[in-house]
């Protein structure tokens, strides 16, 4: 079987290999305490789910347009003008399914062979496959622990050449769970206007930050423009299964990336983009109660793992992750997760698995832990860490 050359420089997401793998352990018996996939475990809101149900009794199941129901982009169009504080028509939104065809299908669309794009690494990890697949060079930015995983402005400025096309910024990010401030986005906007370059703004996590207000760089004067919102409902209302997401960028972008949706997968589904617009006309109490779960849990956490020798840990302001710093320990991040992994049956994820600034640093996931399993992962990773630590 011949394969073309070009899926060599696909790479993937490890989250979903690890969350296979610890399935067939808990086939085998083994309880698992899952803190590898990117999820929350609160139930859609009923809500969102009626929508749904009854989208499908009407028969709305049927082709939609390729940049989505009308009547879905119309209320995200609202959202985004009323959050961002900029004007947003439903021309400039595009339905997806999920966030990811969004990273795909911008990149797809603006960036040539040989271009080069600045990506925060460590970073989520389709951001670097999808610029290799099409031959376009990624130029990582490190993101420093040190530096609570804000962008090195001055070497930002220094990566940037005639080649550059376009920078990523995530915020809240994954995995870090940094938050850029305000002043750097104001630093990044000069850049992208001074070079005359996109901005991809994936702001998954916007309404998961537990200190401070979310700012989205496309507020900032001369940004709506050249920037690229990526959003999703699959964190916000934990519809992760549902597969429902949206970008927001100027006119004639949106024409160009409905056509490549059109020539791959034709539309997102009808029904879930019904129970998009539910979700978004729901109480805002209903995101709220998820939050404050999840500070609750990311504050136990932060205080439980404080109990492992030769770790630091970073406090996230935002997202649903801790990226523990294991560096002192001397174990590279492979390692740490195998034994936890095989050992303390605890999934986590390798932090070189979102890039090589990454290394010495290990991913967990509190959005599907209860502060109970939490509890217990600690207690499991502590009659490990001697292994670990030593």
């Known amino acids: 079987m011949q394969i073309a050359d070009r899926i060599s420089k696909l790479g993937t997401e490890q989250a979903f290999h690890v969350l296979a793998r610890a399935k067939d352990m808990e086939r085998k018996g083994i309880n698992m305490v899952h803190m590898e996939i ?14 749904c149900i009854k989208a499908i009794k009407e028969n709305k199941t049927h082709y939609l347009p390729s940049q989505g129901l009308l009547e879905f982009r119309t209320e995200i169009a609202k959202f985004i003008s009323k959050t961002r504080k900029i004007p947003v028509t439903p021309a400039e939104v595009v339905v997806t399914p999920g966030a ?5 299908y911008s990149i797809l669309a603006t960036v040539n062979p040989g271009d080069e794009v600045i990506i925060p690494n460590p970073g989520f990890p389709t951001y670097e496959s999808v610029v290799n697949f099409i031959g376009a060079k990624p130029v990582p930015l490190p993101l420093i622990a040190e530096k609570n995983f804000n962008f090195d402005l001055d070497l930002l400025e220094k990566l940037i050449t005639k080649r550059t096309k376009f920078i990523i910024v995530n915020s809240p990010q994954n995995p870090t769970g940094g938050v850029l401030p305000h002043e750097s986005l104001v630093r990044i906007a000069q850049l992208a206007k001074e ?10 996590y916007d309404k998961f930050i537990f200190e401070g207000k979310f700012e989205s760089v496309s507020t900032l004067p ?9 959003n999703a409902f699959t964190k916000t209302y934990s519809m992760s299964g549902w597969r429902l997401g949206y970008g927001v960028m100027n006119a004639d972008l ?5 056509n490549l949706i059109n020539n791959s997968i034709s539309c997102s589904p009808n029904f879930t983009q019904w129970a998009g617009i539910a979700g978004l006309k729901a109480p805002e109490s209903v995101v709220t109660k998820f939050r404050t779960e999840l500070k609750k849990r990311r504050d136990a956490f ?8 030769k770790v630091k840990c970073h406090c996230p302001r935002g997202g649903i992750y801790l990226f523990l ?15 936890l992994f095989e050992e303390a049956h605890v999934a986590t994820l390798s932090g070189a698995a979102f890039g090589k ?14 502060v109970p399993r939490i509890k217990e992962a600690v207690k499991r990773m502590q009659s490990v860490w001697y292994k670990i630590a030593n």
């Open 325 to 339: 710093d294991i560096r002192e320990t001397g174990k590279t991040s492979k390692e740490v997760f195998e034994i």
């Open 100 to 104: 990811k065809p969004i990273i795909f």
């Open 38 to 51: 990117g999820d929350t475990d609160f139930d859609t809101p009923k809500v969102v789910k009626d929508a």
């Open 222 to 230: 001369g940004m709506k423009e050249r920037t690229i919102i990526l």
């Open 254 to 258: 949106a024409k160009v990336v409905s």
């Open 357 to 370: 600034y990454g290394e010495g640093f290990i991913r967990l996931s509190f959005g599907s832990a209860p």
């Open 195 to 204: 070079h005359d370059l996109w901005v991809l703004s994936d702001e998954v």
């Open 302 to 309: 932060v205080t439980e793992i404080k109990k492992l020798p």
